[in-house]
């Protein structure tokens, strides 16, 4: 009847739906044997990767009338190398919606992030499958697992990030150890056998650039640029291009794009790009840049993005009197947040306990000219948490909200 998609890599997807999710269908009634579960990636399942066994095997077992529930997990190993440089000739989406046409059967099925992305299978299913996105932990879900005081949990969320298996880990030298691997044998790894990535160099200095340039206005000439002059290394602006598209199609980055507030339109470039979890952006750069300001920034950005938000880039116009004449002034407004006909504009700021440095968050958030909720995120120290009372409303581990 339908069919459900987990994607991303280790955050849990298996998890999810081979425990989490059984045990749901297994408390609602379904039966044992209405459920078939199928781990590709598990060598005793290695003849199901072959697409005509895996249709044999699961019409098998359907025996009735009943519902049937077929769970496929890491699906990506059914799909070989030829298949994937052309995502309309592989057969297991045939087989997949061939088994859907079974008004009997409800299908979920996850994948590597970069094996089975989303705009391919939402576009072979044809608009009868959902999809869900597995996210790394937000810091929300992270806080109520560890525990404790906020303020030291948030400095190790800031400092690993979200990824689930950290949790099972005690040494730092094995979370460094983790997070690292993660990024290169199974992130690179993955992208390397999608596309066929004949500048490898190039890849690897603009993941390191997007890195270290986190919520950093940027777009790829800009990069090409850099990467010419910085590294000596030339690659077009094409190239730069098609390379982000993977890092960003294989979930390792999102782009956010630059908004007119005022005159309701999107800017072409610059954009801006964050990581999908702060903890393997810190081991790819061998956690040498701990840059407070902008790992909150991508923390918030995640946050938002988990919960269901689209963001965006505010860009507002001002004009200012300079010396008796008129000009015209950009100011930026972190995330313009939206969902629905509802509407947030969010600065992120780690301190804003200089009058100045206020008057600067401020001013963009007071002429956008309208009447939705504006806020600063602001992660502080107590001194200064005096001089905010007239500004804001406390909460309770030093991240506070300045709402007006």
């Not at 994937?84 to 087989?95: A, G």
């Not at 072979?124 to 790394?136: E, I």
């Not at 109520?144 to 099972?168: C, H, N, R, T």
């Not at 700021?349 to 309208?370: F, G, H, Q, W, Y």
Request: aromatic residues 14%; proline residues 2%.
């Amino acid at each position: 009847m339908g069919s459900e998609m987990c994607i991303r890599d280790r955050c849990g997807k298996s998890y999810l739906l081979f425990y989490l999710f059984r045990d749901y269908l297994i408390s609602s009634g379904v039966k044992e044997e209405q459920i078939i579960s199928i781990a590709l990636d598990d060598d005793i399942c290695e003849q199901y990767r072959n697409p005509d066994e895996l249709s044999k095997y699961i019409r098998s077992k359907i025996v009735n009338k009943e519902m049937y529930y077929i769970l496929i997990d890491e699906v990506q190993y059914a799909i070989t190398k030829k298949e994937l440089e052309n995502p309309e000739d592989v057969k297991l989406y045939n087989v997949l919606n061939g088994l859907m046409h079974l008004r009997n059967v409800d299908i979920y099925v996850t994948g590597s992030n970069s094996k089975l992305l989303s705009q391919d299978v939402m576009t072979a299913f044809r608009g009868r499958g959902d999809q869900v996105q597995v996210f790394p932990l937000s810091f929300k879900e992270y806080y109520d697992f560890v525990g404790g005081d906020k303020s030291e949990v948030y400095e190790l969320y800031a400092l690993y990030g979200g990824m689930p298996q950290l949790l099972s880990f005690k040494r730092d030298e094995e979370k460094v150890k983790y997070l690292k691997n993660l990024f290169s044998e199974v992130y690179f790894k993955d992208i390397s056998e999608r596309y066929i990535v004949k500048l490898p160099d190039v890849l690897t200095e603009l993941t390191d650039d997007l890195c270290s340039s986190v919520g950093s206005l940027t777009n790829a000439k800009k990069i090409a640029d850099t990467l010419e002059s910085v590294k000596n290394i030339k690659a077009s602006t094409s190239t730069i291009a098609k390379y982000l598209e993977y890092l960003i199609e294989s979930f390792m980055f999102s782009e956010a794009k630059r908004y007119d507030v005022k005159g309701k339109k999107y800017f072409e470039y610059p954009l801006k790009y964050y990581c999908t979890d702060v903890g393997l952006r810190n081991a790819r750069l061998n956690f040498r840049q701990q840059e407070e300001t902008h790992i909150m920034e991508n923390i918030i950005y995640n946050e938002l993005i988990i919960r269901g938000y689209s963001v965006d880039v505010g860009v507002v116009e001002i004009i200012e009197n300079a010396e008796g004449k008129k000009r015209r002034k950009q100011c930026e407004i972190d995330f313009v947040v939206n969902m629905g006909a509802r509407r947030y504009y969010i600065q992120s700021a780690l301190s804003v306990s200089d009058p100045d440095k206020m008057t600067t968050e401020l001013r963009p958030l007071k002429n956008t000219k309208d009447f939705f909720k504006k806020i600063i995120y602001c992660y502080l120290t107590f001194p200064y948490i005096s001089y905010l009372s007239k500004f804001c409303h406390l909460c309770k581990n030093k991240m506070f909200c300045l709402k007006f």
